[in-house]
């Protein structure tokens, strides 16, 4: 599905990566983007993972940007922060994780998701996440791009929405603009690179974290 917003710049077209992602997606049945207008209702609403458990991720080093693992993992322990013992994401370095984070190259998107809910438990049970390693005119917003993609995206592997509140991590890109004022707003907020995923710089929203608590809450 292509955006409703022009281009800001040129994206590499990588089509293997590309159809690697789309294939894992598929495989799942289920795909999510960060910026696609489709609809916010996703179709693990109101699903999560075990409460109180650990929730294991492996990041795949193929195409991973200078730092993009770390990155990733910094998302984790945003998440695992906002959660107070809900659940804690803990990186392994095995492929066989029930999470697993990809780097592809960007198309019309920054990241792509695909959970899978067990039909018997109701509970989300695996995620394939996907987070563009290569959108961004320099290397900050290329390194805050990678780091706010893959919070949206594992807040999408962890069950969460999206909103249509820009102020939210979960927010869904579908207006002209959008990608530069939702990034745009972050860098503001950073004095440098080690800024990224620190305590004031989280990329969360009070409602983000009261929204992912309640449905932790929930049965």
Same mark, same amino acid.
């Given at each position: 599905?292509?955006?409703?917003?022009? #281009?800001?710049?040129?994206?590499?077209?990588?089509?293997?990566? @590309? &159809?690697?992602?789309?294939? /894992?997606?598929?495989?799942?049945?289920?795909?999510?983007?960060?910026?696609?207008?489709?609809?916010?209702?996703?179709?693990?609403?109101?699903?999560?993972?075990? @409460?109180?458990?650990?929730?294991?991720?492996?990041?795949?080093?193929?195409?991973?940007?200078?730092?993009?693992?770390?990155?990733?993992? #910094?998302?984790? #322990?945003?998440?695992?922060?906002?959660?107070?013992?809900?659940?804690?994401?803990?990186?392994?370095?095995?492929?066989?994780?029930?999470?697993?984070?990809?780097? &592809?190259?960007?198309?019309?998107?920054?990241?792509?998701?695909?959970?899978?809910?067990?039909?018997?438990?109701?509970? /989300?049970?695996?995620?394939?996440?996907?987070?563009?390693?290569?959108?961004?005119?320099?290397?900050?917003?290329?390194?805050?791009?990678?780091?706010?993609?893959?919070?949206?995206?594992?807040?999408?592997?962890?069950?969460?929405?999206?909103?249509?509140?820009?102020?939210?991590?979960?927010?869904?890109?579908?207006?002209?603009?959008?990608?530069?004022?939702?990034?745009?707003?972050?860098?503001?907020?950073?004095?440098?690179?080690?800024? /990224?995923?620190?305590?004031?710089?989280?990329?969360?929203?009070?409602?983000?974290?009261?929204?992912?608590?309640?449905?932790?809450?929930?049965?």
């Amino acid at each position: 599905m292509r955006p409703v917003f022009p #281009k800001t710049r040129t994206l590499p077209d990588n089509t293997q990566s @590309t &159809m690697k992602t789309i294939v /894992i997606a598929v495989a799942l049945g289920t795909l999510v983007s960060l910026c696609s207008a489709q609809s916010l209702r996703a179709p693990w609403s109101g699903k999560h993972w075990a @409460t109180g458990g650990v929730i294991r991720v492996w990041v795949d080093p193929q195409q991973a940007p200078p730092g993009g693992d770390v990155l990733v993992e #910094k998302a984790m #322990k945003t998440w695992t922060t906002a959660a107070a013992g809900r659940f804690t994401l803990q990186r392994i370095t095995e492929e066989g994780a029930p999470v697993r984070v990809h780097f &592809m190259s960007a198309d019309y998107r920054y990241g792509v998701t695909a959970p899978r809910v067990n039909p018997q438990s109701g509970r /989300i049970e695996r995620a394939e996440v996907a987070v563009a390693a290569d959108a961004g005119r320099d290397s900050l917003e290329r390194r805050i791009i990678v780091y706010l993609t893959a919070l949206h995206e594992l807040g999408h592997a962890l069950g969460l929405e999206h909103t249509d509140d820009i102020t939210s991590i979960m927010y869904l890109f579908r207006l002209p603009g959008d990608g530069d004022r939702f990034f745009g707003a972050y860098r503001q907020r950073l004095k440098s690179a080690d800024d /990224i995923g620190s305590p004031n710089a989280t990329g969360l929203s009070v409602d983000d974290v009261v929204t992912l608590r309640k449905l932790y809450d929930s049965p």
